[in-house]
């Protein structure tokens, strides 16, 4: 309950629960949760009955998580050998988003820094907490999206199939790429379904082969670097070659870094990119291999190809002449929506705020988390919001004395009455009762 | 002008404590967000706040920072105890900054603090007393400018 860095879970009834509007969908609870009680909802494998045919759109965090020796395509025929009909790789994908943020970047001249909208929980973290910076988010759309909506139309003009018999499910590192997908804003989505890590990994590894060399080598041959950067923190910076850019990961960093901007400082810094999981994609909480672990793993990767001047990437004319035709960019903005004020009335919330600080004077201020709230300070608020009531601090003895005396007197005056009643009841029912 | 708060909030500063430095304003961020006023003022205010914070604790010893409002304005104001300034009219330009080498190391020291509030308030005062302290008052109006 207390690792939710915007104080938005609350126990409820010995149960936890969610607050919606303050939810980030960063992940941080699922990681840390001792009971399993969090449990993102991902799509199982089953639901790839429902398609003819269906094509995996692998997140690049995905490659990190076997031995060194096996590169991508291993892993993508190894995903067509666990039941897809095809599995596409997303890292050329996320290589030519980063050729049109470049564009992107060499064309701007709005309020800087620029922020990367690669990992969606920051997107949303802006949207709740900084609204003021939702014009800093780049307009370029994702390359999971990008991806699902190319394969669909490429395969059903091949297959002669309809665009909804044909499934795309994303393979994710982390649940809030899922729950981007499962509720898409008013850009049309193409993802079908999502598959997490965790979940594809068992099934996977039982079907992975070792490479020989000469295989070794043509495999390499064939890794996009752009892409690979996309799964760790920092690999777009080395990838892309771009001098300004701040890295950022761990939401406590980035909280840190957008108070900052929204400051008006880091004016200076062209773009940032920051991914909410430590160490970026491979630190998702649906992944499998140990995040420092798999963070190496790529940079040793990026490495090999640096030094073996492998690239692998889209032809860069087709990607700025399609960037010119805005093939890239969203077709909406993003929205803010900022965290409810206490009241719409300036004056009330006013009247409000003061009486949260008083209780909150009144509380222990321990943040014991009995009372179903994280803290001390999070629980004054839902009194005053109306969310909860004080006497649900065991702290509180006064009030929860007063409300149980109360009752108590309540309970009285009803018995009283009800004897009162029960003189008067005919006797017929009075003897049934007697029974 | 004379005004009733309903809402009055003062937080300490320590001079020369880094650590904490900022964390006021971003309180102060916190509260002006939770009772919904606008956003673009919220912004003004947490600059103008952050830059005046950061002067006390860049050049005083200690001060206090004390964020008042109403439904029609808020107003931030700061005393300190601390050298004082001894020209605010030089002192409020672009660029002037008796910053050190150390604090510039950090990243201060572009002499645009004190210019940068008086761009994002309504009002700005800065009163100063050589050898005791300064002390600011720093007014953002919540409806249309003019008769508070
Ligand atoms: N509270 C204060 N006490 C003493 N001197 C101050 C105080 N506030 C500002 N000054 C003086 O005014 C100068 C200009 O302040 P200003 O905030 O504009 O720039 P700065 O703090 O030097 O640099 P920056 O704010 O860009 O980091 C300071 O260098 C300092 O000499
Ligand atoms: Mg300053």
């Known amino acids: 309950m207390r690792v939710c860095?915007?104080?938005?879970?609350?126990?409820?009834?010995?149960?936890?629960?969610?607050?919606?509007?303050?939810?980030?969908?960063?992940?941080?609870?699922?990681?840390?949760?001792?009971?399993?009680?969090?449990?993102?909802?991902?799509?199982?494998?089953?639901?790839?009955?429902?398609?003819?045919?269906?094509?995996?759109?692998?997140?690049?965090?995905?490659?990190?998580?076997?031995g060194r020796s096996i590169l991508p395509d291993k892993i993508l025929t190894g995903l067509k050998k666990i039941g897809f009909d095809d599995a596409?790789?997303?890292?050329?994908?996320?290589?030519?988003?980063?050729?049109?943020?470049?564009?992107?970047?060499?064309?701007?001249?709005?309020?800087?820094?620029?922020?990367?909208?690669?990992?969606?929980?920051?997107?949303?973290?802006?949207?709740?907490?900084?609204?003021q910076l939702v014009d800093h988010i780049i307009p370029i759309k994702l390359p999971k999206r990008l991806a699902a909506k190319e394969i669909k139309e490429k395969k059903s003009k091949e297959l002669g199939l309809k665009l909804d018999e044909i499934g795309t499910?994303?393979?994710?590192?982390?649940?809030?790429?899922?729950?981007?997908?499962?509720?898409?804003?008013?850009?049309?989505?193409?993802?079908?379904?999502?598959?997490?890590?965790?979940?594809i990994y068992a099934p996977l590894l039982s079907?992975?082969?070792?490479?020989?060399?000469?295989?070794?080598?043509?495999?390499?041959?064939?890794?996009?670097?752009?892409?690979?950067?996309?799964?760790?923190?920092?690999?777009?910076?080395?990838?892309?070659?771009?001098?300004?850019?701040?890295?950022?990961?761990?939401?406590?960093?980035?909280?840190?870094?957008?108070?900052?901007?929204?400051?008006?400082?880091?004016?200076?810094?062209?773009?940032?990119v920051a991914y909410t999981c430590p160490q970026g994609c491979v630190g998702g909480s649906l992944t499998v291999e140990n995040r420092y672990i798999s963070y190496n793993k790529i940079i040793q990767l990026l490495e090999t190809l640096e030094e073996e001047n492998i690239e692998a990437c889209r032809d860069k004319r087709e990607i700025r002449e399609r960037y010119h035709q805005k093939y890239f960019h969203l077709q909406q903005k993003?929205?803010?929506?900022?965290?409810?004020?206490?009241?719409?009335?300036?004056?009330?919330?006013?009247?409000?705020?003061?009486?949260?600080?008083?209780?909150?004077?009144?509380?222990?201020?321990?943040?014991?988390?009995?009372?179903?709230?994280?803290?001390?300070?999070?629980?004054?608020?839902?009194?005053?919001?109306?969310?909860?009531?004080?006497?649900d601090c065991i702290f509180n003895v006064p009030s929860r004395f007063k409300e149980l005396t109360g009752e108590l007197s309540k309970l009285m005056d009803t018995f009283d009455s009800m004897r009162k009643d029960e003189g008067r009841k005919p006797g017929r029912e009075r003897r049934r009762e007697n029974l | 002008m004379v005004s009733r708060y309903d809402f009055s909030r003062t937080f300490e500063i320590k001079g020369r404590d880094f650590n904490k430095a900022g964390s006021i304003s971003i309180n102060i961020k916190e509260i002006l967000k939770e009772l919904g006023i606008d956003q673009g003022i919220v912004r003004r205010a947490a600059i103008a706040s952050y830059e005046a914070e950061m002067n006390i604790v860049m050049y005083a010893n200690k001060g206090e920072m004390t964020l008042r409002l109403n439904p029609e304005v808020i107003r931030i104001t700061l005393e300190?105890?601390?050298?004082?300034?001894?020209?605010?009219?030089?002192?409020?330009?672009?660029?002037?900054?008796?910053?050190?080498?150390?604090?510039?190391?950090?990243?201060?020291?572009?002499?645009?603090?004190?210019?940068?509030i008086k761009k994002n308030a309504?009002?700005?005062?800065?009163?100063?007393?050589?050898?005791?302290?300064?002390?600011?008052?720093?007014?953002f109006y919540l409806n249309s400018k003019g008769d508070v």
């Open chain 2, 80 to 116: 300190d105890e601390g050298p004082g300034i001894e020209n605010i009219e030089i002192a409020m330009q672009e660029g002037y900054t008796t910053a050190t080498d150390e604090i510039r190391e950090m990243g201060f020291g572009a002499g645009m603090g004190l210019p940068n």
């Open chain 1, 5 to 66: 860095p915007t104080q938005a879970i609350r126990i409820r009834n010995g149960k936890a629960t969610i607050l919606e509007e303050k939810c980030i969908d960063c992940g941080e609870c699922i990681t840390i949760c001792p009971n399993e009680a969090i449990v993102a909802l991902t799509d199982p494998l089953g639901e790839r009955s429902k398609f003819k045919y269906t094509v995996a759109i692998p997140s690049p965090a995905l490659y990190a998580q076997f």
């Open chain 2, 122 to 139: 309504d009002i700005f005062e800065l009163k100063s007393t050589v050898g005791k302290g300064t002390s600011y008052n720093i007014v």
């Open chain 1, 207 to 272: 079907v992975l082969e070792c490479e020989d060399e000469d295989d070794y080598r043509k495999s390499l041959e064939s890794v996009c670097i752009l892409g690979i950067g996309w799964a760790v923190a920092g690999g777009m910076h080395r990838t892309q070659k771009l001098k300004n850019i701040l890295d950022v990961s761990g939401i406590t960093e980035i909280i840190k870094t957008f108070d900052d901007i929204e400051r008006g400082k880091l004016q200076n810094i062209d773009l940032v």
């Open chain 1, 334 to 391: 993003y929205e803010p929506r900022p965290i409810r004020a206490l009241d719409e009335d300036l004056g009330k919330a006013i009247e409000k705020r003061n009486k949260k600080e008083k209780i909150y004077d009144s509380l222990p201020k321990i943040d014991c988390g009995i009372c179903g709230a994280p803290t001390c300070l999070t629980f004054a608020e839902d009194v005053v919001r109306g969310d909860t009531r004080l006497s």
């Open chain 1, 88 to 131: 596409h790789d997303l890292a050329i994908t996320c290589g030519d988003t980063s050729l049109a943020i470049e564009h992107f970047l060499d064309e701007y001249n709005g309020p800087k820094p620029l922020i990367s909208n690669c990992c969606p929980s920051v997107v949303n973290l802006i949207q709740v907490r900084y609204p």
């Open chain 1, 169 to 199: 499910f994303y393979i994710t590192p982390c649940p809030v790429k899922m729950i981007a997908i499962k509720q898409p804003s008013s850009e049309e989505c193409y993802i079908d379904g999502v598959i997490s890590i965790a979940d």
